[in-house]
């Protein structure tokens, strides 16, 4: 009978589980039962981790532009399906490069990247299938009214009965009563919601939504974290970029921070707050911030906010 | 995938045919300088002009006809850099449908604009005196040879669509296109133009196209300038057309 694997090894295995995983089964074979049982069961768990899969996987991913810096130095990370990722970092710190790449508008220097399984090197096709771009500018048609911009998104991604999906979503993001105006006379939540509403269509499994609240007043940044929020429950993947610490403390649950084109810190919440010296307690007067008192003074949830529901009563 | 460019390039050209019926005034501006135009010619300067014809207004209306169709292609480019600028483009391009239905769209949108501002054009010809004994198949071969003069244009207005940096950029390209028929045969017979310019009003495009539609419409027998016609239209269609794509796949890569 051969000697058991030695612990360490064990430990590198599943640590870099995808990549090892036939060198385990390998060693499996050759060993005695109560170990051999134990490692079965690791592989076992790991199987399930690759066809489940992460949803998105980005591993040394490297960019640079003609003649200028180099935005992407290494990039890696790993996004759980049914997640909120949050890419954080400051302008210019290169994360609509990596949104770019990732929804395939883009092409790596170097790297890997996969989206829900597919690589978007060799298989654009596919990763455009199962991905929906919001990008950083409300990417709407102004000139058709919402509705038509949903049943142009649903005609594209051929959806059957594309008027009843796009008065669902119209209800769902409380776009019904501006479904017949031009979207050049929404504001600027009210196009972000449009915007988020033409993703959906077609149920990707993931969504990149790049800086969704930049520009927007406080009101309108509620209420797309709160479409935000619902998508993750729906099961949606959601990948996002954001310049805004607390955005990303609202809604992920995972949080990368971008600098220099690398990832510099990753994790959740409490395990960034971790890598800060250990916690003092202090005693501090809290004042209201101005975005607490603006939201009081002109009430706050946002849903009686934009132009087009002005006026309507509260006890609606 | 050719199901798919068909379903696409439908859908996304409903959406820019929208954008055409939605602003009429850009009818409006693509028609009304090649109207006054021929008002102009017609009433101020034709009196001075022996064209050989008892009707001014059924010699110059091809030259006006080519004109309509270079201003109205500079809003093919204007659309398609103002699609560029804003971010549906993008989201477009990260959608699963046929990548070069956009263009597409944006091609057959430009050719429908362009028919129906010709047609105004001619309508106002007709109130104008203008009058033609050609039968049908004169018509469609005048018809199609339109079509072609756009199609080929439109590729070239894709070109700067996708290239340009400003939108004055984008729309500036087509002016001297639309100056192009006035050093042609399509105001004055070029035999009546000093050497040199004569020599360049002969043998650019304009004239052999002028040429033709006139003797079509006009029942005379066509010459030899249909073929010069064709070959120039086919060619700078290629021509366009390859670059429109290149330059595309510059920009989607």
């Not at chain 2, 639309?178 to 133009?193: K, R």
Request: hydrophobic share 50%; with cysteine.
């Amino acid at each position: 009978m051969r000697s058991l694997v030695p612990m360490s090894e064990r430990r590198i295995s599943l640590d870099a589980a995808p990549r090892n995983l036939n060198r385990l089964r390998s060693l499996l074979a050759g060993l005695d039962l109560d170990a051999a049982s134990t490692l079965h069961a690791v592989v076992m768990s790991i199987d399930i981790r690759m066809t489940t899969g992460p949803a998105i996987h980005v591993h040394a991913l490297e960019k640079s532009y003609k003649d200028e810096l180099h935005v992407l130095r290494g990039v890696d990370f790993d996004v759980a399906r049914g997640s909120i990722f949050a890419l954080l970092g400051s302008n210019g710190a290169g994360k609509t490069t990596v949104v770019r790449i990732l929804s395939t508008l883009l092409r790596p220097d170097a790297g890997t990247v996969t989206v829900a399984g597919f690589d978007v090197a060799t298989q654009p096709a596919d990763v455009r299938e199962s991905i929906s771009l919001t990008g950083q500018f409300a990417a709407v048609d102004e000139i058709l009214t919402g509705r038509e911009n949903l049943i142009l998104m649903a005609r594209l991604r051929r959806v059957k009965d594309a008027g009843h999906v796009a008065d669902d979503l119209l209800a769902r993001f409380q776009l019904t009563d501006a479904a017949k105006r031009r979207v050049a006379t929404y504001s600027g939540g009210m196009r972000r919601r449009l915007d988020i509403a033409m993703s959906l269509i077609g149920n990707p499994p993931v969504i990149f939504l790049d800086e969704p609240t930049t520009g927007l007043d406080p009101q309108a940044r509620i209420e797309v974290w709160k479409c935000v929020k619902e998508l993750a429950v729906h099961g949606t993947t959601v990948l996002l970029t954001t310049q805004y610490l607390d955005e990303a403390e609202q809604l992920a649950n995972r949080i990368a921070i971008l600098h220099e084109g690398r990832i510099i810190a990753n994790g959740t919440l409490a395990e960034l707050k971790q890598l800060l010296p250990p916690v003092k307690v202090e005693y501090v007067e809290k004042q209201p911030t101005l975005e607490d008192v603006f939201l009081a003074v002109v009430g706050a949830d946002g849903k009686d906010a934009d132009a087009g529901d002005r006026g309507v009563g509260t006890n609606k | 995938m050719t199901t798919r460019f068909f379903g696409d390039t439908a859908a996304l050209t409903g959406r820019s045919l929208r954008h055409v019926t939605r602003s009429p005034d850009t009818i409006i501006t693509v028609t009304i300088m090649p109207i006054a135009l021929m008002l102009l010619f017609v009433y101020v300067f034709g009196g001075a002009i022996s064209s050989g014809s008892d009707q001014y207004v059924n010699f110059l209306l091809p030259g006006i006809l080519l004109i309509t169709i270079a201003s109205s292609i500079s809003y093919t480019a204007f659309r398609l850099f103002t699609d560029m600028q804003s971010g549906i483009f993008e989201r477009f391009q990260s959608m699963p449908i046929a990548r070069s239905s956009v263009l597409w769209a944006h091609v057959l949108t430009s050719l429908v604009a362009s028919l129906i501002s010709v047609v105004v054009v001619v309508l106002v010809a007709l109130l104008m005196g203008f009058r033609s004994g050609a039968g049908v198949l004169a018509w469609l071969a005048v018809a199609g040879i339109l079509i072609l003069f756009t199609v080929a244009l439109t590729w070239l207005a894709v070109i700067a669509g996708l290239s340009a940096k400003t939108v004055d950029g984008a729309s500036a390209f087509s002016y001297p296109l639309i100056f192009l028929p006035f050093i042609s045969s399509a105001f004055v017979l070029t035999a009546t133009m000093p050497g040199p310019v004569r020599a360049f009003a002969e043998n650019q495009p304009v004239t052999s196209i002028v040429n033709t539609i006139r003797d079509l419409y006009t029942q005379q027998p066509v010459s030899t300038d249909i073929w010069i016609a064709l070959a120039w239209c086919l060619g700078i269609l290629i021509v366009a057309y390859a670059f429109a794509m290149a330059t595309y796949h510059r920009k989607i890569a």
